[in-house]
């Protein structure tokens, strides 16, 4: 699975859905050779959080305010 070589591969998978590290997750994805998988998986499954270096729909924290 293409995960599985990601860059970001054995973080915090919470810091790609706190908005207070939305800055140090799409860091990760920088020179990540795999953004356009990234990018189709967060499209296809309607995600939000950080993928491939872009924030996605609405996050959690965000919906209350």
Same mark, same amino acid.
Request: net charge negative; aromatic share 12%; charged share 25%.
């Given at each position: 699975?293409?995960?599985?070589?990601?860059?970001?591969?054995?973080? !915090?998978?919470? #810091?790609?859905?706190?908005? %207070?590290?939305?800055?140090?997750?799409?860091?990760?994805?920088?020179?990540?050779? +795999?953004?356009? !998988?990234?990018? #189709?998986?967060?499209?296809? %499954?309607?995600?939000?959080?950080?993928?491939?270096?872009?924030?996605?729909?609405? +996050?959690?924290?965000?919906?209350?305010?």
């Amino acid at each position: 699975e293409w995960k599985l070589q990601a860059a970001c591969r054995g973080e !915090p998978v919470q #810091i790609f859905y706190d908005p %207070g590290y939305l800055e140090l997750a799409k860091s990760f994805c920088d020179g990540c050779p +795999l953004r356009r !998988p990234c990018h #189709i998986a967060a499209r296809r %499954g309607n995600e939000y959080g950080v993928w491939a270096g872009k924030v996605w729909n609405i +996050l959690p924290d965000e919906e209350a305010a």
